[in-house]
């Protein structure tokens, strides 16, 4: 079973804080990890990608990859009421289910002004 | 650039029905996935299309059907529709088939079965 968990939340942080989402993966053969954006009725959004471990900054997020512990979080820095959505982990692995990806069940994210 | 082009955007349909979605990927994109996303279950796999060829299929009855043309462009029916087939399918788009590519969404047809 290829697993990936998130809080579901909802997150809720005040504007210009840092908003910290998590995500826990179970098959060690996960490849690359991604991070999408949802609002509500809305399609994902992609919004990071990381391959490595370590962080990768864009603008005001960073993903954050650890694969030993099996972890991928997302930080994102001075948040707005713009950020409010729900955010959505994914991730591939290698072998024959190369294009597939596996996600989790989102966190709502709340920015409040 | 043009985005991912899911059409339609809205469809009502009736049960035994059956429905046909069309996905227009990326200019370029060569591989096209189907995922089916509701608020029980939230986002599943349903084929990835690569080449003209199906190359990963999810966990769903036979009655989901797919293919992709030779300008990559992908089509999913789905037959004898059911209630429970209500939901948002999104087309993702990628460059190609691979781990460390990124995939692109359209913005979804949302299908009611009533």
């Known amino acids: 079973q290829k697993e990936v968990e998130q809080n579901s939340g909802p997150l809720s942080v005040p504007e210009g804080a840092i908003a910290s989402l998590n995500c826990t993966y179970s098959?060690?053969?996960?490849?690359?990890f991604f991070w999408y954006r949802q609002y509500s009725g809305k399609s994902p959004e992609l919004i990071m990608s990381?391959?490595?471990?370590g962080d990768k900054e864009d603008g005001r997020f960073t993903a954050q990859l650890n694969k030993a512990s099996q972890y991928v979080s997302l930080l994102i820095r001075d948040s707005q009421p713009s950020d409010s959505a729900t955010y959505l982990c994914?991730?591939?692995?290698?072998?024959?289910?190369?294009?597939?990806?596996?996600f989790g069940r989102g966190t709502q994210l709340t920015v409040w002004p | 650039k043009a985005g991912v082009t899911q059409t339609p955007r809205y469809l009502i349909k009736t049960r035994g029905q059956q429905v046909t979605l069309s996905c227009s990927p990326i200019?370029?994109?060569?591989?096209v996935s189907w995922y089916q996303q509701t608020p029980g279950q939230g986002l599943q796999f349903l084929f990835e299309?690569?080449?003209?060829?199906?190359?990963n299929k999810g966990n769903f009855p036979g009655r989901f059907s797919g293919r992709q043309f030779s300008n990559s462009r992908s089509e999913m029916n789905v037959s004898t529709l059911e209630l429970g087939d209500s939901a948002l399918y999104l087309c993702?788009?990628?460059?190609?088939?691979?781990?460390?590519?990124?995939?692109?969404f359209g913005q979804g047809t949302r299908l009611t079965v009533v």
């Open positions: 200019s370029g994109h060569r591989s």
């Open positions: 993702a788009s990628s460059l190609v088939q691979g781990t460390n590519t990124e995939a692109f």
């Open positions: 098959d060690r053969g996960s490849q690359s």
């Open positions: 990381i391959y490595s471990n």
């Open positions: 299309y690569f080449s003209e060829t199906q190359r």
């Open positions: 994914a991730v591939k692995h290698r072998g024959s289910t190369l294009g597939r990806l596996y």
